[in-house]
């Protein structure tokens, strides 16, 4: 019966396949509803890390069954690659486990020589996008002129609608950029081909979710990319193109609110962002260095997807608390935990200083953070490693004060603490009494 969501916090990359995975065990069905292969989700399992882009990170538990949702826009290669990787892995993609939503959106080569194409023309101001072809592909969307998965139930008609979209892109990236177009002809007809593999996997995925719902199903929404990312609601224009928050779940899963249960925000202990764009608690000095890690373990702070380093900094309430009022959460689960030890004090945006005045909340979105001065409050740190932590009292004081003070300025409970990137490495408050 219930939908639970799990919502990146911040800018993405929150842990967000993490926390998916953990619960996932609990669900019936795993559903992604936004986004494109620009996420790259993390999951450890013991010796095996699966890094996944499109498929929800439920696949890794053989029980559920995994969604692509109508909010995707969904490159058919990276999708097959993935499905053939998980395959010779052993984990079964089989359409009785996988199906994609036919109303997702189609990428094609066009969307991603256009996605560099205009990150070229900005220049100075490029936005930093993962050059996946996201804005291009939600842009057809948009304009009522893209291309959906569905299309691929008769995969010629599907190739002369690839083939005439190629060459209306091909024009524009010739001559507006100047950049050189893929074959319209050739990406015909290998999309031809990726319409015959897929078409097994085409379903009415809203439909599946509201009649799973009914029949008593758990239901996982899986985020991608974050809050303030939000087309709608990030720090505009340094945004992704989809609604990566509880509305666009709703919207990119297709069912109302009725079953709402829990809406999970995801944050990581600190902050970190891929990309431009305003961020007023970053840091650059030794600090940086050790919340970013040098990029040994999988788990520092460079991008799953383009490898870039992400950028650092304390974490920051001000924005944490918009993110909780943009998607309603009704608790938060806090990540990384452990990469905090060593570090003290520890610093925490709780108000940004403007001038004479101090806001708690952001007076008018978080588009233009210029103005604000971050106010921190300093805390003590801990030097105890935190890797065998699994219930509440065996955290240190001072982390427990840490945990603590993000509860009073959010003014939520943090249910779920993760302290290390393994699937066990994690403390459940939600089901612990
Ligand atoms: P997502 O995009 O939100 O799913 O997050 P990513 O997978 O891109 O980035 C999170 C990274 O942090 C992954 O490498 C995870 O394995 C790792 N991770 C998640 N939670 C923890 C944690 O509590 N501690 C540590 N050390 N790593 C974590
Ligand atoms: P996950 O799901 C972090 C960022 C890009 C860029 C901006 C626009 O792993 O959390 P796009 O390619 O979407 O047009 O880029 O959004 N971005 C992400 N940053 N994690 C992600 O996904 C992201 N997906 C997009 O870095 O700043
Ligand atoms: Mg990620």
């Known amino acids: 019966m219930p939908l639970d969501l799990i919502i990146g916090a911040q800018w993405g990359d929150e842990g967000k396949g993490r926390i998916t995975d953990l619960l996932a065990a609990e669900a019936d069905i795993v559903a992604r509803y936004s986004g494109g292969d620009n996420a790259g989700h993390t999951i450890t399992v013991?010796?095996?890390?699966?890094?996944?882009?499109?498929?929800?990170?439920?696949?890794?538990?053989?029980?559920?069954?995994?969604?692509?949702?109508?909010?995707?826009?969904?490159?058919?290669?990276?999708?097959?690659?993935?499905?053939?990787?998980?395959?010779?892995?052993?984990?079964?993609?089989?359409?009785?486990?996988?199906?994609?939503?036919?109303?997702?959106?189609?990428?094609?080569?066009?969307?991603?020589?256009?996605?560099?194409?205009?990150?070229?023309?900005?220049?100075?101001?490029?936005?930093?996008?993962?050059?996946?072809?996201?804005?291009?592909?939600?842009?057809?969307?948009?304009?009522?002129?893209?291309?959906?998965?569905?299309?691929?139930?008769?995969?010629?008609?599907?190739?002369?609608?690839?083939?005439?979209?190629?060459?209306?892109?091909?024009?524009?990236?010739?001559?507006?950029?100047?950049?050189?177009?893929?074959?319209?002809?050739?990406?015909?007809?290998?999309?031809?081909?990726?319409?015959?593999?897929?078409?097994?996997?085409?379903?009415?995925?809203?439909?599946?979710?509201?009649?799973?719902?009914?029949?008593?199903?758990?239901?996982?929404?899986?985020?991608?990319?974050?809050?303030?990312?939000?087309?709608?609601?990030?720090?505009?224009?340094?945004?992704?193109?989809?609604?990566?928050?509880?509305?666009?779940?709703?919207?990119?899963?297709?069912?109302?609110?009725?079953?709402?249960?829990?809406?999970?925000?995801?944050?990581?202990?600190?902050?970190?962002?891929?990309?431009?764009?305003?961020?007023?608690?970053?840091v650059f000095d030794e600090t940086a260095e050790r919340l970013r890690g040098t990029g040994e373990n999988p788990w520092d702070e460079f991008g799953t997807t383009t490898g870039r380093p992400r950028r650092v900094g304390w974490l920051d309430c001000v924005l944490l608390r918009y993110a909780v009022r943009v998607n309603g959460f009704t608790e938060l689960a806090l990540t990384k935990l452990d990469i905090l030890t060593g570090l003290d004090p520890l610093k925490l945006c709780a108000a940004y200083r403007q001038e004479e005045d101090r806001h708690k909340d952001l007076p008018d979105g978080p588009a233009d953070l210029s103005p604000f001065t971050p106010e921190y409050n300093e805390l003590p740190g801990w030097h105890n490693d935190l890797w065998e932590a699994r219930h509440w009292d065996d955290l240190p004081p001072e982390a427990q004060n840490y945990i603590g003070r993000v509860e009073e300025l959010t003014k939520l409970k943090v249910k779920l603490i993760s302290v290390g990137p393994e699937r066990e490495q994690v403390i459940r408050r939600d089901i612990e009494a």
Not at 119 to 125: A, H, K, L, V, Y
Not at 176 to 200: N, Q, T
């Open 46 to 282: 013991g010796e095996q890390i699966f890094k996944l882009h499109l498929i929800p990170s439920g696949i890794v538990h053989p029980h559920t069954i995994c969604l692509l949702g109508s909010g995707m826009v969904v490159n058919p290669a990276i999708l097959l690659g993935e499905i053939d990787h998980l395959g010779s892995l052993g984990v079964d993609v089989s359409p009785q486990r996988l199906k994609l939503s036919s109303a997702a959106h189609v990428l094609t080569p066009a969307h991603i020589a256009l996605d560099a194409a205009e990150e070229t023309r900005r220049s100075g101001d490029m936005l930093g996008t993962t050059r996946r072809g996201i804005g291009p592909a939600y842009k057809d969307k948009a304009a009522r002129s893209g291309l959906r998965l569905g299309a691929m139930r008769r995969p010629e008609d599907f190739a002369s609608q690839v083939q005439e979209h190629m060459q209306a892109a091909g024009e524009v990236l010739e001559r507006i950029y100047g950049f050189d177009s893929p074959d319209p002809d050739e990406v015909a007809g290998i999309y031809c081909d990726y319409a015959k593999r897929l078409r097994p996997y085409l379903t009415d995925v809203g439909g599946h979710v509201a009649q799973a719902l009914e029949d008593g199903a758990t239901v996982l929404g899986e985020g991608a990319q974050g809050t303030l990312l939000d087309l709608d609601h990030g720090t505009y224009p340094f945004v992704t193109s989809s609604y990566p928050t509880t509305p666009g779940a709703l919207l990119g899963l297709g069912v109302g609110p009725k079953h709402l249960r829990r809406i999970i925000g995801v944050t990581k202990a600190f902050q970190t962002r891929v990309g431009s764009g305003p961020f007023p608690t970053e």
